[in-house]
């Protein structure tokens, strides 16, 4: 069975600083992966998605993520955080017969001044 | 394109009582999901379809059921509320090597 796992259920940084989400997968067939976002009251928004092209993955608002299949990851990265960039982010993958899409247990990033 | 669309928005219900959460895309995607969302697991798998006339039960099923009729519908019936199905719940669809579209979500209080 395929399986998503998220480091730290909460993350702080200062405004500026590095982003650095982590996410670790695990499936039987080549994955296909995604970040999604999700702001206060609010449906899920696709920032980014992986699909075997190119390992390294930008997507909107200056995040972008790498496949790692030799550590099987797919971490979440943005060089500066901003104030806009506080919600919760959630790790997927689908892959395995039936096609479920798996979801971690999601990360809320806080944004200090 | 209007997307996924779900209703309502929020719902309180007694326990007991029976509902049923309504989604609809107009994409002509052929799978759909349902979720559902409580802090601190993420979302969960609830049932879903890889088309019209297939269902299959994902990772907490109980107490939900559904049909997909047509390719365009996938409601959830909840057959008798209890207060652990107090939650979110999401709607979704998808082809097999897109994204996930996702509605806007229906806020469910059982009490």
């Known amino acids: 069975a395929q399986s998503v796992t998220q480091l730290g259920s909460h993350v702080s940084v200062s405004e500026g600083a590095l982003v650095l989400l982590r996410c670790n997968y695990s499936?039987?067939?080549?994955?296909?992966l995604f970040w999604y976002v999700q702001y206060p009251n609010q449906g899920l928004q696709l920032l980014l998605k992986?699909?075997?092209?190119?390992?390294l993955v930008k997507g909107i608002n200056g995040f972008e993520a790498e496949f790692k299949k030799s550590e099987t990851s797919f971490h979440l990265t943005k060089p500066s955080a901003h104030m806009s960039d506080a919600a919760e982010y959630f790790c997927?993958?689908?892959?395995?017969?039936?096609?479920?899409?798996?979801f971690g247990g999601g990360t809320r990033v806080l944004v200090k001044p | 394109n209007a997307g996924v669309t779900q209703t309502p928005k929020f719902q309180v219900l007694k326990t007991g009582q029976s509902m049923t959460l309504q989604c609809a895309q107009d994409?002509?995607?052929?799978?759909m999901s349902w979720y559902r969302q409580d802090p601190g697991m993420g979302l969960r798998l609830i049932h879903y379809?890889?088309?019209?006339?297939?269902?299959d039960q994902g990772e907490v099923p109980n107490g939900y059921n559904v049909s997909r009729s047509t390719t365009e519908d996938f409601p959830l019936r909840l057959l008798s509320a209890a207060p652990s199905q107090t939650s979110v719940y999401f709607c979704?669809?998808?082809?097999?090597?897109?994204?996930?579209?996702f509605g806007q979500g229906t806020r469910l209080t059982v009490v």
């Open positions: 979704a669809s998808r082809t097999e090597s897109t994204e996930a579209f």
């Open positions: 499936s039987s067939v080549p994955p296909y």
């Open positions: 992986y699909t075997s092209a190119a390992t």
């Open positions: 997927a993958v689908s892959g395995t017969a039936g096609n479920k899409l798996t």
């Open positions: 994409m002509n995607h052929e799978y």
């Open positions: 379809s890889v088309g019209a006339g297939i269902t």
